[in-house]
């Protein structure tokens, strides 16, 4: 038995026509799977019964198994996922103003290696299929009424496993009535990926997790600075096909005296003067893996005001979620252990 959710779109066009029903019962089946969200072959009444008894021989629905669930007192919601082979992701509800935000992984584990993150700790183990990632969603979903917006950030670095995540948002686009202008991609910058991730999706919104405003700091935190440095950012910023009006978000973790002086805040400054950018400020989770700090409130206000002055959008984000662990890079899932 296979998982018809692991088919594209159109391999299940493909696979209705091989059985001799036209191919627009593909679209129905999965609308059915995508759109109405249903479960059971037996209640996609629009599908002939021949067709709906030969899927419930040959295919089950199956879409990751939500085996942990924590909420924050501020409603933010961790979910651990167990896949069918058995390992793990976690994704994140947050609760917003008028909507709900998606935070969502990408692979299992991670192979960037950033220092501040508990994700990089268990290295890569595997990129998810499309169809985990739409999972994912998919099962969010059956906790919310209303605007979901989607936010690659949870573990991994979707640009690693570029055509799946590109797989899944044109499924959730074209599918579950998610446009790519209510994702953020957030990327360590991987540029090369990135544009041709916009050729696909040019209304898909970035952010880039920059965190360091120089060289020296950012290889030693964040190794894939050795392949595209800070200049090679800032110079393909310059560059990306980004509609407009659009800007692109700039993420910056705010760790206690690595990267939170004022003298860093004027040097972001610079950096980015001249770029269509809003910079969020991200004072840093701490979390019982790694040793790194959050700055106290008033040195996070002291760089957020010194980049306002600059004329920058600047926004503070003293992350939800944090005491649950669900906060930005403290997402861990471990097989057969849990966080
Ligand atoms: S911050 Fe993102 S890219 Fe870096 S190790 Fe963690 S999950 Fe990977």
């Known amino acids: 038995m296979k998982n018809i959710y692991s088919l594209e779109h159109r391999e299940v066009r493909d696979l209705v026509q091989s059985l001799g029903y036209p191919a627009f019962q593909g679209d129905n089946l999965y609308r059915w799977l995508y759109l109405k969200r249903v479960q059971k072959f037996h209640e996609m009444t629009d599908l002939p019964s021949a067709l709906r008894t030969y899927l ?19 409603g933010t919601t961790k979910f651990l996922m167990e896949l069918e082979d058995g390992e793990r992701v976690e994704a994140v509800l947050i609760p917003e103003k008028g909507h709900t935000t998606f935070c969502i992984s990408s692979q ?45 950030m949870g573990m991994g670095e979707p640009l690693d496993n570029l055509e799946e995540v590109a797989r899944a948002i044109e499924v959730m686009s074209k599918w579950m009535g998610i446009s790519p202008r209510r994702m953020t991609l957030s990327t360590v910058g991987l540029v090369d990926k990135l544009e041709e991730m916009l050729l696909k999706f040019p209304s898909l919104r970035v952010a880039l997790s920059l965190n360091f405003p ?38 910056y973790v705010l760790m206690e005296g690595i990267n939170d002086s004022r003298a860093d805040a004027i040097k972001l400054g610079k950096l980015l003067r001249g770029l269509k950018v809003k910079i969020n400020l991200i004072p840093y989770n701490e979390n019982e893996f790694l040793p790194w700090k959050r700055p106290k409130n008033d040195r996070v206000e002291d760089f957020a005001s010194k980049l306002r002055e600059m004329g920058y959008s600047v926004f503070v984000r003293y992350s939800k979620g944090n005491e649950i662990k669900a906060a930005c890079g403290q997402l861990r899932a471990q097989r057969g252990q849990g966080t």
């Open 214 to 251: 120089d060289d020296e700091r950012r290889t030693q935190f964040m190794p894939i600075n050795k392949k595209y440095s800070v200049g090679d950012l800032i110079s393909s910023l310059r560059k990306l096909p980004i509609k407009k009006r659009e800007r692109v978000t700039i993420e």
């Open 56 to 74: 419930s021989d040959h295919y089950f629905i199956g879409l990751p198994e939500v085996i942990d669930k924590v909420r924050g007192s501020d």
């Open 108 to 152: 299992v584990g991670c192979r960037m290696g950033c220092k501040f993150c508990a994700t990089a700790l268990s290295g890569l183990v595997r990129n998810l299929k499309f169809h985990e990632i739409t999972g994912q969603v998919l099962r969010l979903l059956e906790d919310v009424d209303n605007r979901v917006n989607i936010v690659f």
